[in-house]
């Protein structure tokens, strides 16, 4: 280690070996976390006579990217009478607390500017930034020989074969969430189809946690003749060794970066300041880039280390506030879904929506739908008109809830739902029974409750209640009332296929249970409400 010191009047002067006996420099090699304290300056009459009337200590929380490179630079920018206590701490864990009150370190580098915003930190929290960044990495997907590159980060997600750190503690897994969003807005495409895709991606993910896999995410965690993809960022691919199979396979729209932003708290001390000020300028010098470009990274604007990636477009994440809105939703999206699904099958059904009919249009979505569920999402079907099931019965059910995996009589709920929902347009007649179905489905709900799943009732109609004996809406109101269970909550969600469906009784139903009313404009657009009515657990 190499080391100066500074006079009371900021010169600089260097230092023989006779004087590094005059240093004080305590290395601390647990938890991540090195001191560096310096005491004398450069006159060796000084050494017995010089004593610091204060001590400053300043802290410094880095991500672990980042950590190896702070320390290496360290050892020439501490002033006399400076103690500087560099901590591995990620970036969310620092936000986190900052936002329950516990303050923030003197010095902050993060992994991501994201993570430095009001969003993140709360109201009480204030940092300046003094460098928006002091180095760069590209998150990725990494993948064997038997791995495929897709086109865009969401048909990645929506494959079932992505594994991606916990979103809620790593900044990595939040940007790679939020990156088929990132597409959407960069391309101009639908951003609420982008966000419909977090749906499965999330159960996906909770279903492999409920197994024990992915509590570690890492490059190379697979067998070489795995297909699944890692999310990962360029750093981690540079440094695995062993596996000359590891390709990156990061889709062509692009990569969310890592942007290592340095930021002081705004009530430190001016010490701290001083010192996060020398540490952007030597991290910026020709010797601190190649200290950046050691580890792994890229020094701002620079090209790929070796062995890193050739992805040259970047994707730049939503806001702040979406990011945390979505990271905060995912806990909830990734619990597996109990969904009975009931679907009006009245004559009104059978009108056409541009050359098909509603019906053909609705049971194509159910289709496509299915396909993005995994295999514990339990889900069952029913249909309702007028008597569907019977006089005085006018819900009928077409299939009981069950996993989608589950095998019955040589075949799976999902294969057996797939054939249901083709059956669907030959099952169109008569009128609207909404009220009876609502209050049959929801008791139906809280009978198969499960818990550890988000139990729903998903209501699907184009009119409004036409059964002129079925049961009131002020008393079924009532009876919803008395069936909800906070300690087991099922949730009654109401989809409106066009402007003639009873949108206000399907919110007024709806609400009381905890649940929402969405309307479908045109009968295709359910397949995105549908994702919608999900995202909003």
């Known amino acids: 280690m190499s080391f100066r010191t500074h006079d009371r009047h900021g ?29 004398t300056r450069d006159d060796p009459a000084a050494t017995d006579r010089v004593q610091c009337e204060r001590v400053h200590d300043v802290d410094l929380a880095v991500a672990a990217e980042m950590y190896a490179t702070v320390v290496a630079v360290l050892d020439d920018l501490i002033a006399d009478c400076t103690r500087v206590e560099p901590v591995m701490r990620p970036g969310i864990e620092v936000a986190g607390s900052a936002s329950l009150g516990g303050g923030l370190p003197d010095i902050w580098i993060p992994e991501a500017r994201f993570l430095t915003s009001r969003a993140y930190l709360g109201d009480a929290a204030r940092v300046r930034v003094v460098a928006r960044s002091l180095a760069r990495t590209p998150v990725l997907l990494v993948g064997g020989a038997e791995a495929t590159r897709y086109a865009s980060w969401r048909q990645a997600e929506s494959s079932g074969t992505v594994s991606v750190p916990d979103p809620q503690t790593s900044a990595v897994g939040a940007l790679a969430v939020l990156a088929p969003q990132a597409e959407a807005r960069q391309s101009g495409a639908d951003p609420v189809e982008a966000r419909s895709a977090l749906v499965p991606f999330a159960q996906t993910y909770g279903a492999r946690r409920s197994r024990g896999a992915d509590e570690s995410v890492r490059p190379g965690m697979f067998p070489r003749r795995s297909t699944r993809l890692v999310v990962t960022t360029e750093q981690a691919l540079v440094e695995v ?77 939503p806001s702040a506030a979406s990011i945390v809105a979505t990271v905060q939703s995912w806990r909830s999206w990734a619990i597996p879904s109990s969904i009975l699904t009931v679907v009006d099958v009245s004559g009104s059904m059978d009108a056409d929506a541009g050359g098909r009919t509603r019906m053909e249009l609705l049971a194509e979505a159910a289709g496509i739908g299915l396909s993005f569920l995994p295999d514990h999402a339990r889900v069952g079907l029913w249909v309702f008109s007028i008597d569907k099931g019977g006089p005085g019965r006018d819900w009928r059910e077409l299939e009981p809830l069950r996993r989608l995996d589950d095998l019955r009589f040589g075949r799976t709920q999902r294969y057996a739902l797939r054939e249901r929902a083709a059956e669907l347009p030959a099952l169109t007649s008569g009128g609207t029974g909404l009220y009876d179905t609502a209050l049959a489905a929801y008791e139906e709900g809280v009978r198969k409750y499960r818990p550890h799943y988000s139990n729903a009732v998903v209501l699907m109609t184009d009119g409004r209640n036409e059964d002129p004996g079925s049961i009131g809406l002020d008393a079924l109101l009532a009876r919803l009332r008395e069936l909800r269970d906070p300690q087991r909550p099922v949730r009654l969600v109401g989809i409106a296929i066009s402007q003639d469906a009873d949108l206000a009784a399907l919110r007024r139903i709806s609400h009381t249970t905890g649940g929402e009313a969405y309307l479908a404009e045109r009968p295709q657009d359910v397949l995105d409400v549908f994702a919608q009515a999900v995202l909003s657990r």
């Open 11 to 39: 010169s600089v002067g260097a230092v023989t070996p006779a004087l590094v006996a005059l240093l004080l420099v305590v290395g601390m090699a647990s938890g991540g976390a090195a001191s560096w304290f310096v005491l």
């Open 241 to 317: 060794a062993g596996r000359t199979d590891l390709r990156d396979l990061t889709p062509g729209t692009g990569a969310p970066v890592l942007d290592f932003p340095l930021a002081v708290d705004a009530d430190a001390e001016p010490e701290a300041r001083e010192v996060a000020r020398e540490l952007a300028a030597a991290l910026a010098a020709p010797e601190g880039r190649e200290e950046v470009r050691g580890a792994g990274l890229r020094p701002t604007a620079a090209a790929a280390p070796p062995g890193g990636s050739a992805v040259a477009a970047t994707l730049q994440p």
